[in-house]
């Protein structure tokens, strides 16, 4: 069994920043990569940013310069450090892990319960 716990959402004003914590935990071989996506009220959820285990990122484009992933592969903790903060940025944001359970495990998906980010103009 694995879990990640998310937190650090809040309520902020447009141009504020936050920063986002996930820590994995549990029956955990290795975690090939772990990211961030978000879903606002209506949509699909879409992704934010993710990292691989060699600190490899991709970014939506509409967070692009403005957020920052990294990770502490020590802890097995995800962060997302999001600065000059728009209300679009407004949803819920989900922690996600690709990893295995044991070295000859299949690669899973898991995801975080989420945690809500408010941006108010």
């Known amino acids: 069994q694995v879990q990640l716990v998310e937190s650090g959402g809040g309520l902020v004003q447009a141009g504020g920043s936050l920063r986002l914590s996930c820590a994995a935990s549990?029956?955990?071989?290795?975690?090939?990569?772990m990211g961030w996506y978000r879903q606002a009220p209506g949509k699909q959820r879409e992704l934010v940013a993710t990292?691989?285990?060699?600190?490899?990122?991709i970014y939506a484009v509409s967070v692009k310069d403005r957020f920052t992933i990294s990770r502490n592969n020590a802890k097995n903790t995800v962060y997302l450090q999001m600065n000059s903060l728009k209300p679009e940025d407004t949803g819920a944001y989900y922690c996600?892990?690709?990893?295995?359970?044991?070295?000859?495990?299949?690669?899973?998906?898991?995801w975080g319960q989420g945690t809500q980010v408010t941006v108010s103009s």
């Open positions: 996600n892990a690709k990893l295995r359970s044991a070295y000859n495990a299949g690669l899973s998906d898991t």
């Open positions: 549990g029956n955990i071989f290795s975690i090939n990569a």
């Open positions: 990292i691989t285990s060699g600190d490899s990122t």
